[in-house]
């Protein structure tokens, strides 16, 4: 037995628990070193499908493979000790059939370690939500912006400020709850709907530029770190700007190689006495 106190990791039950309680906080993670600073922070860590456009310079979210989840969603876990680890099924991975979703969510759950999925989408995902949730799959919905409709919706707007966009918003965050799962990202909406959502579903809601009225909140981290600077979303709140500190610190190395000030003698090797 290690000496170690073991720090028993976040799970469903303690998530569900802040429905109408405290907030659910929630960053993104792709890496093991920011799995590492971020968890003794949060509840739960999302390794977003999002590292396809933050971390390869992706324009969508559409060429992330299941195989890039599943080793960032392991890194994660290997850095984190209490958050509870979500994974997004990537696009493609899970629209086909319930079966398919199955086959590659139980690929992204035992291979990553990783405690629930996420997958984006309402009413026409129940099937599947419920399929998984039966399995043993924990499931977290996605409603509202989704960016894996990008090529459908013509970019990445908010939804639901019209009553008809408001209403198939409603129907299928009811859908997906009523199917199982046990907490939902909403994305890129307005209060009232957030608000009437939160209060109707039995899901934990956990907003992104959705207001406060959800459950909680995500953000993607590199956004909230100022490390991501490519585009910034109304909902992005920067936090650090980090960008700034990495560039001077590449800058500084840099022209002290050229003029030879690095390495000095205290990062050389001596010989050996004797
Ligand atoms: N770094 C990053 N942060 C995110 O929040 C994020 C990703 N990447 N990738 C996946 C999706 C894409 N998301 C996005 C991307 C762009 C906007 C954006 O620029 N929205 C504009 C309005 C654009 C329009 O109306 O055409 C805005 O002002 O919010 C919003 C969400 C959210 N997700
Ligand atoms: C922005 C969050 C909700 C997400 O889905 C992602 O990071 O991919
Ligand atoms: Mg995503």
């Known amino acids: 037995m290690s000496a170690q106190a073991q720090i028993k990791r976040q799970t469903v039950v303690d998530i569900v628990a802040h429905k109408n ?63 509870m680890v979500v994974v997004d099924m990537p696009f493609g991975s899970y629209q086909e059939s319930p079966a398919q979703a199955f086959r590659n969510a139980a690929r992204v759950l035992s291979e990553s370690g990783a405690a629930a999925v996420k997958l984006e989408g309402g009413e026409e995902m129940a099937e599947t939500v419920e399929f998984l949730v039966r399995r043993g799959v924990p499931v977290v919905g996605h409603v ?11 970019g990445f ?6 009553e008809a966009e408001a209403d ?26 957030a608000r009437e959502i939160t209060a109707s579903v039995n899901a934990v809601t956990i907003g992104i530029g959705a207001s406060p009225a959800c459950d909680g909140q995500v953000l993607v981290s590199e956004d909230i770190l100022g490390l991501f600077t490519d585009f910034r979303p109304k909902f992005v709140k920067r936090y650090a700007d980090l960008a700034s500190t990495v560039s001077d610190a590449a800058a500084t190395y840099a ?20």
């Open 21 to 83: 309680g405290q907030p659910v906080v929630m960053l993104t993670a792709y890496t093991a070193p920011m799995a590492k600073l971020f968890d003794p922070h949060v509840d739960m860590l999302l390794v977003g499908d999002s590292l396809g456009m933050v971390l390869y310079g992706m324009d969508t979210t559409l060429p992330v493979t299941l195989e890039m989840m599943i080793a960032h969603g392991a890194a994660v876990v290997r850095g984190s000790q209490q958050a």
């Open 144 to 154: 509202g912006l989704t960016p894996q409709h990008v090529n459908a919706f013509g």
């Open 157 to 162: 707007r908010s939804r639901g400020r019209s």
């Open 168 to 193: 198939k918003i409603r129907r299928d965050a009811q859908a997906i709850s009523d199917a199982g799962a046990f907490a939902m990202v909403i994305e890129g909406t307005v209060e009232q709907l």
């Open 255 to 274: 022209d002290e190689v050229r003029s030879r000030a690095f390495p000095s003698a205290e990062y050389c090797f001596g010989v050996k006495k004797g």
